[in-house]
Every structure is written in C-alpha cells, then in structure tokens.
C-alpha cells in the first residue's frame, strides 16, 4: 500500500494570484503608459477584476467558454488575465497582427463568445466580425482610439459593463488546476495556427518558476516592464509573475514606437523588461538619451542574440541581453542563461557570449536532442539533434481543428522543430531551425550563425539568410541585409567582412539589401515572405 502525505489538498489555480496579489501586495501600482500614464493599485484592480466576472455571468457566459481579447498590454489587459480565468472561463489573446483569414480561423476555432477589444485595434476587429461564427457581443475598452463607435446592439463599453456589477465574491470557483484558464495559437507561419490550451496549474507553476534565482530572479523589489505583448504566450507569463511576487507592473498600452518604450523605462526604473530581439534592435538609436540605469536583467527571446546588438546595450546602459528560449507551446520559457560556477572566470566578450546563448533549462522542464535514429545524443556541446522538451508547463497536444500529433513523441516529448546542442553543464545552443538550415553541397549551413557573423559588422541593423535552390550545389544561401542607417555598404562589403569569419563556402553569393526585412505578427523575422520574395531566384555572380 503506498503511502499517502499529509498535505492540504489546494489547487494551484488563477484565483490565488488575485488573492495574493490584493491581500500581500495591495499597495503595490499597475501603470499604463500612454499619452499620459495611468497609475492603480492592485487594491484598484481586483474590485474590477470581481466585476468584470460578474458581469461575465450576466451577459450569459457559460464556464468554459472562450473569451477573446484584442488588447494592448493594459491595466485593462491585466484584468481580463484574472477575471476571465477566475469566473471559470478560458482567457483567449488573440493577436491583431496576423492576416485577416488567421484571425478569423483563430475566433471560429476557439468559438469564442464574447470579444474585449481596444477602441485602437477596432478598425481591425470590427470589418471581420461578420466572419466569426459564435461572437455575440463586442466589449470596446476606449484607450483613445478615434474610430466611432458602430451602431450596433452587439457593441458594449467596457467600463459601463463592470459600472453595472457590484464588488462581491466570485461565484464561480475553479477547483481543479487542471481546468482550462487560457488559449494562445501559434503563429501558424506553415499553415493554420495550432491552440495551445494552458491549465491554472500550468500558468501559476510558470509564474513561480520565473521567480528563481537562476531564471529571472523576479521579486517584490522589482518594477517589472514586459514590452512581449500580452497576445503573445501570455506576455512570457510577465504579468501573473509580478503577482506572486508584488513587483510593479508597468505596461506600454499603445504607446510602443522605440522611442515611448525606453522613455517608459526610464521614468518609471524599470529593473527587468522583455522583448524579442527586432524591439532591442528598433531601441538602440534612444538609448543614451535616457537613464536606463534602474536595468539589471533585459531578457530577449524570440530566436537568437546577435552579440553585436548585446554589445551595443552593455556599452549604453551596462548591461548585455540576457538569452531565453521556448514556444507557444512551452508557457513559454524552458530555458534561460546565466553564468554558473564554471564560468565564474569569464569575462568581456566570452560572458556576454554565454548570456547570449538560450543556457540551461529552467526548474520543471527536460530537454534532449534526438538523432535521425531516434537516439539522445550526447552532452558534449557538439552533437547537433532535434529539440525536444517535456516537463509540466509543456502542451501534451493541441486544442482546435488540428491535433498536430507529428508534433509529440510516443513517450510524450514536444518535437520542436529546432536542431541543437547540448552540452556537458547542460546549456543549450540553437542550432537553426529545421526548415532553415540550408544544405550545401551536402553540407548543412546554420542560418542562425551566418546571421550573427553578418550583423557583427557595424554596418549592418538586420540580417536573415534563407535557402534557395541551386542547381548545383543544391541550396545556396541568399543574406538579406539592412544597413544601419546613414552606412554605406555594398554586397562585397559583407562578403568581404565574412572571409574571416565563417567558411569560405559558407559566404553568400548573393546578398540582398533591403530597407526592411518582413517580420511576423510576433515581430520575428518572415523567412517565409523571403522564401516568397525569392523562389526562381538566380544567384548574383561571385565578384572573388
């Protein structure tokens, strides 16, 4: 017979954040940026959060319904993260980025029933609305937008709709962790989105792992800035790990050109904020205008730290990006870098290296890479594989039209479609992904690596390399390179600069320079649209 603990029996469920955060942290402020900022408290926030429940159950939300959202990252925002989830319902993010067919795929599959959207993102939402199925009412949060107010029976405010409930206890009371709390969709970039449905125990474990020490070290002390959108894999899970810990919250709202964002930081001492590299990249230029010296982590996912533009932030404000990795799939984080014992004597360019790179993997979460064979290979740092991940923030399966079975192992590992290392301390190095390596005359050419040798050059904002047919070699890079602004550069200049860097067969003979390179509705680069942009292509002549 085995042997039970004598444990209380509690959920980890959405409903604790909010009691903690109002009870332990009530003093502690949400601020909205925008054309002037807006400052509450979370003794503010959970009344509306109560209300909003309420006013869920009134507009005939049945529990487990999906909730859409079109919203900035917003106090507003903040409260949907809480409200939907705590009444019983499914918070669904939906990013207004993505092409009109995406976004009405996304509603229909999720059926959601009722839409929050910001008065700003109306004129996208609002033309599509005959596109989806189950949406009975559209709740507009006016955050200044100027496009009138449709005359519509469907069409509710926002603050009217919490301005006709009273502040009393949630009804619903959401005692499995496993219950659905929210739905994000993938960014479908192959073909439609997949769902990834996360449970309360998936977000609240999430949240307190991106408390630790060794990932990102989040406490009551800290004023906590997530520029990731709150569309986007739950802001990284920013918002609900500023509630276990009591730190400020500061949120962009619309205000998210390069330059609102760092006066953002600045004003508000900002100790950690997030982004996927393109946003560090937009900010460089404002940086020395401002005092960024409150900053102690900058974390940077969404693909790989180019260490030219981590140099650039260590020189402005005295600090380099700090790398994570993970997926849609994957809550997000799985991995983060640190320096740990043996590099303790590291310094300069080797560290900044290192926190450059995806490093270990976080608390309640594995990863191995897999061989062709199906064998794990080694950890010696040298022995490339498919990334595969498992652990209790990681999706079991897909919710929606498409189960994406392909994407599981049979004893339940996520296939990540990414090729990498791992190695004898356990830190992890992206290789590429797999349908970006580009083989060459038999030989594999990492995409990632050829564009972080090409965006080594001072001269060079953005680089991306794609594969496209060759007849003779079989494939054959093509670098698409944006110059930094005011530099002259030609394509032998970037191939001139590569010769010491990368093998000689690895230098692109054609290079492309452009005045922006696509990026995706989650501000990665496109390599699809460049796929687009290029197939047929014939490659410029070598001028060696």
């Given at each position: 017979m085995t042997m039970r603990g004598l444990m209380q029996d509690r959920p980890?469920?959405?409903?604790?954040?909010l009691s903690r955060a109002e009870t332990s942290f009530g003093h502690k402020r949400v601020i909205t940026g925008g054309t002037s900022d807006t400052v509450a408290t979370w003794a503010d926030v959970a009344p509306r959060v109560r209300r909003l429940a309420h006013a869920l159950d009134a507009l005939g939300v049945p529990p487990g319904a999906c909730v859409g959202t079109f919203a900035w990252n917003s106090q507003r925002h903040v409260e949907l993260y809480l409200g939907i989830p705590?009444?019983?319902r499914v918070l669904h993010t939906v990013n207004h980025r993505l092409h009109g067919e995406q976004i009405t795929f996304i509603v229909n599959d999720a059926a959601d029933?009722?839409?929050f959207v910001d008065r700003t993102i109306l004129p996208v939402v609002w033309p599509l609305v005959a596109s989806f199925g189950s949406v009975r009412h559209v709740v507009v949060m006016d955050d200044g937008g100027d496009m009138p107010i449709p005359d519509d029976p469907r069409i509710l405010d926002y603050e009217e709709l919490l301005g006709d409930q009273t502040d009393r206890p949630i009804a619903t009371d959401v005692r499995d962790e496993n219950t659905a709390a929210s739905l994000c969709y993938t960014s479908g970039t192959t073909g439609n989105p997949k769902g990834v449905l996360y449970s309360h125990r998936s977000v609240v474990l999430h949240s307190l792992l991106l408390l630790g020490a060794d990932v990102f070290a989040l406490s009551e002390q800290d004023v906590v800035a997530p520029i990731?959108?709150?569309?986007?894999?739950?802001?990284w899970g920013l918002p609900y790990a500023a509630m276990q810990c009591g730190a400020d919250l500061v949120l962009p709202g619309p205000a998210t050109s390069a330059e609102e964002l760092v006066s953002l930081l600045a004003r508000h001492r900002v100790t950690f904020t997030a982004a996927v590299a393109t946003v560090w990249r937009d900010m460089v230029p404002s940086l020395r205008g401002h005092d960024l010296s409150s900053m102690r982590h900058i974390a940077c996912g969404g693909g790989a730290v180019d260490d030219a533009l981590s140099r650039r932030y260590e020189e402005a404000i005295g600090i380099p990006l700090t790398n994570a990795w993970g997926m849609t799939e994957t809550s997000p984080v799985v991995t983060t870098s640190r320096l740990g014992t043996q590099h303790r004597d590291l310094a300069g360019e080797a560290r900044r290296l290192l926190l450059g790179s995806?490093?270990?993997?976080?608390p309640l979460?594995?990863?191995r890479v897999v061989s062709d064979d199906g064998a794990e290979q080694p950890r010696d740092g040298t022995s490339p594989g498919e990334l595969q991940v498992a652990g209790a923030t990681i999706a079991s399966g897909y919710f929606g039209a498409d189960p994406g079975t392909d994407s599981f192992t049979a004893d339940g590992w996520l296939r990540t479609g990414d090729v990498a290392t791992i190695d004898q301390w356990g830190y992890l190095r992206i290789v590429d992904r797999t349908k970006d390596l580009v083989k060459s005359g038999g030989e594999w050419i990492s995409s990632v690596q050829l564009e972080n040798a090409i965006m080594a050059d001072p001269r060079v904002k953005e680089a991306a390399v794609i594969g496209i047919v060759d007849p003779r070699w079989g494939e054959r890079p093509v670098a698409c390179v944006v110059p930094t602004a005011g530099a002259t550069l030609t394509p032998e200049d970037?191939?001139?600069?590569l010769r010491d860097r990368v093998a000689s067969w690895w230098i692109p003979e054609r290079i492309e320079l452009m005045s922006e390179i696509p990026k995706t509705a989650t501000g990665k680069w496109s390599k699809q649209a460049l796929r687009q942009q290029f197939v047929g292509a014939q490659p410029e002549p070598s001028r060696e």
């Open positions: 980890l469920t959405v409903p604790t954040l705590s009444s019983g029933e009722v839409l990731v959108p709150m569309f986007h894999v739950n802001a995806p490093g270990p993997a976080v979460t594995e990863i970037v191939r001139e600069h």
